[in-house]
């Protein structure tokens, strides 16, 4: 299909309800290869996708995604997962000492991931597909790493639901584009600059809802006392540490 | 430019050689927005961009990409960051009590950070435009922090190369689209499927050229005695680590 890419882009939504119709096997596979031409680390390939279109594999991995409903309802679910085992067993039988196994290549391979992920979503969405990321991946890795039998050097990092739109949400808000680009070097913000950022952010309606709800006073708080606790950010990090070594990483 | 999606990405090839011709400033903002419509963690956008233009601040972050022409050539380059300052500091200011400064966050960020860096590369060739990622970025990030001037909570993760193409390679190779994808689970390879997913690869004119010239018996061996060595993964590990810690990431 052909589309104005940058309006495609722009008019990008999470898409969580799907209609029944099922992926074309043959669509689905290009879109594959079309995430794979992504760019990679010295052309390693330190990843691996898993597709699960099985309804049972759906249903053992929902709750891994906090039972968030898109997850048992899409056609597909693709896990993008970083993957030091296929490199390090093509090593082992060419006599070659392998050692991609540190932090350094952790994030080299999910740097290479989230290539393949974000051009699997772009390819998808110009064929008319919808999709959403889920960020529980990297909080309940253990049980994904359980339902899709992952081994020991490889660790999932993201997941898109998959499947044709049945909803048609608005757009997220951003921040003004001079939060987050910076000309020839970081300019850091004053407290004041700050508030003037995350002016129209905290002026939303939706923001003073989720304010008011949660009995806060401010969405900051709503952030960090509702949604992203200190004490699940210390208790996920410890789950991921614990399931990186699990895995064979050396962190 | 309208283009067809699929068509475009299975295109893709790292441009490292571009034509005396700048990037209009309208052009660059259009990318950059489309860029920051992609997906990420909780509408948090931990990350930050760095545009580089001044043909001094090139020059200054050459070293850190180990001299590679193509940071110098360009009209610009574009520095991924993660970034968690912004939001500590808006927190902070709200009496909001942030710890977005854990592992579990520098991947969320990192994630971030990717899904702007292949947005915006994606929206640049759709505009004709050429690009290089560089994997260096990870490897010298203290030089890179202090030419770009990153203060803590701030780390980057990627970099590329933007400019009007000047060259045209040809594709590089990948392996089998059976190598990366499984259906419903992880389907372990024997070391004979491990010969045949590289065989292709092995088997090529430019492979076979890199083993005479590094007289090694194998490729496998010229990517871990030559390109990616045990030593120099420990020692760019090690560095990454104490970077990270320099800036402030809990790991």
Redesign the interface.
């Known amino acids: 299909?052909?589309?104005?890419?940058?309006h495609?882009?722009?008019?990008?939504k999470?898409i969580r309800k799907y209609t029944d119709q099922p992926i074309d096997r043959e669509l689905l596979?290009?879109?594959?290869?079309?995430?794979?031409?992504?760019?990679n680390?010295?052309?390693?390939?330190m990843?691996?996708?898993?597709?699960?279109?099985?309804a049972k594999?759906k249903e053992a991995l929902s709750p891994a995604h906090f039972n968030q409903p898109m997850v048992k309802n899409a056609p597909v679910v693709l896990t993008f997962c970083a993957?030091f085992r296929?490199?390090h067993?093509?090593?082992k039988?060419?006599?070659?000492?392998?050692?991609?196994d540190?932090?350094?290549?952790l994030?080299?391979a999910?740097?290479d991931s989230?290539?393949v992920?974000?051009?699997v979503?772009?390819?998808a969405e110009?064929?008319g597909l919808g999709l959403?990321?889920l960020?529980t991946t990297?909080?309940n890795a253990p049980q994904i790493i359980d339902t899709?039998?992952?081994?020991k050097g490889?660790i999932p990092?993201?997941t898109i639901t998959l499947g044709w739109p049945d909803a048609n949400p608005p757009?997220?808000?951003?921040?003004p584009?001079n939060?987050?680009?910076?000309?020839?070097?970081?300019e850091?913000?004053s407290?004041e600059d700050?508030?003037h950022?995350?002016f129209e952010k905290e002026a939303r309606e939706d923001s003073n809802k989720f304010i008011t709800e949660n009995h806060k006073?401010?969405?900051?708080?709503v952030?960090?006392?509702i949604?992203?606790k200190?004490a699940d950010?210390?208790h996920?990090?410890k789950v991921?540490?614990e399931t990186l070594i699990a895995q064979g990483f050396k962190?």
């Open positions: 299909m052909s589309v104005n890419m940058i495609q882009l722009n008019q990008h999470s596979t290009s879109i594959l290869e079309a995430g794979v031409r992504a760019s680390t010295g052309n390693m390939q990843y691996s996708v898993i597709v699960t279109e099985d594999q993957d296929r490199v067993q093509w090593c039988i060419n006599d070659a000492d392998a050692s991609f540190d932090l350094l290549w994030m080299n999910t740097i989230m290539l992920a974000q051009n979503s772009v390819a110009s064929e959403c990321y960020g990297l909080y899709l039998e992952l081994p490889v990092i993201t757009l997220t808000d951003r921040l584009m939060a987050v680009v910076h000309f020839e070097k970081y850091d913000n407290d700050i508030r950022l995350y006073e401010n969405l900051a708080q952030y960090t006392d949604r992203y200190r950010n210390a996920f990090t991921l540490k962190l």
